[in-house]
């Protein structure tokens, strides 16, 4: 089999794969556009191998194979820095949602204490007025 055609197969099915996964949505778009961008990269790279030869030429790398290292060595970068920017949001949210959820629960108890107060208070004036019996 020639690797080509390996080379194509591969990134349909990688590409279908994605697709997939985002009609499950088991992959959020934002993310699935990084994932989607790469196949078609790794696509057309299969379908074309001189462009690959031509750019490295271009950019100055005498041995083609390497260019795809350099490549895929990019895009887990990009890819790792996309993330952690993503994390850093996902923190900096939940940090924000723990306390405001401490805040309501301070808030909570608080009023439940003035509703304590406020019954005992009640329940001490009910006590302390003269029944009919007594009169």
């Keep these: 089999m020639n690797i080509y055609i390996l080379g194509v197969a591969f990134s349909l099915v990688f590409l279908f794969a994605v697709v997939d996964l985002m009609r499950r949505r088991v992959l959020?778009?934002?993310?699935?556009?990084?994932?989607?961008?790469?196949?078609?990269?790794?696509?057309?790279?299969?379908?074309?191998?001189?462009?690959?030869?031509?750019?490295?030429?271009?950019?100055?790398?005498?041995?083609?194979?390497?260019?795809?290292?350099?490549?895929?060595?990019?895009?887990?970068?990009?890819?790792?820095?996309h993330l952690t920017?993503?994390?850093?949001?996902?923190?900096?949210?939940?940090?924000?949602?723990?306390?405001?959820?401490?805040?309501?629960?301070?808030?909570?108890?608080d009023e439940g204490r003035t509703r304590t107060e406020d019954a005992d208070q009640t329940r001490t004036m009910v006590a302390l007025q003269p029944t009919e019996n007594s009169k």
């Design 85 to 109: 920017v993503v994390l850093s949001r996902l923190t900096k949210r939940t940090v924000r949602l723990v306390q405001e959820i401490a805040i309501l629960k301070a808030e909570l108890a």
């Design 28 to 81: 959020m778009e934002q993310y699935s556009l990084l994932w989607l961008g790469m196949g078609i990269v790794i696509l057309l790279v299969s379908m074309f191998p001189q462009w690959l030869n031509g750019i490295a030429v271009a950019v100055g790398i005498y041995y083609a194979p390497s260019l795809l290292f350099l490549i895929g060595f990019l895009f887990m970068l990009g890819t790792m820095v």
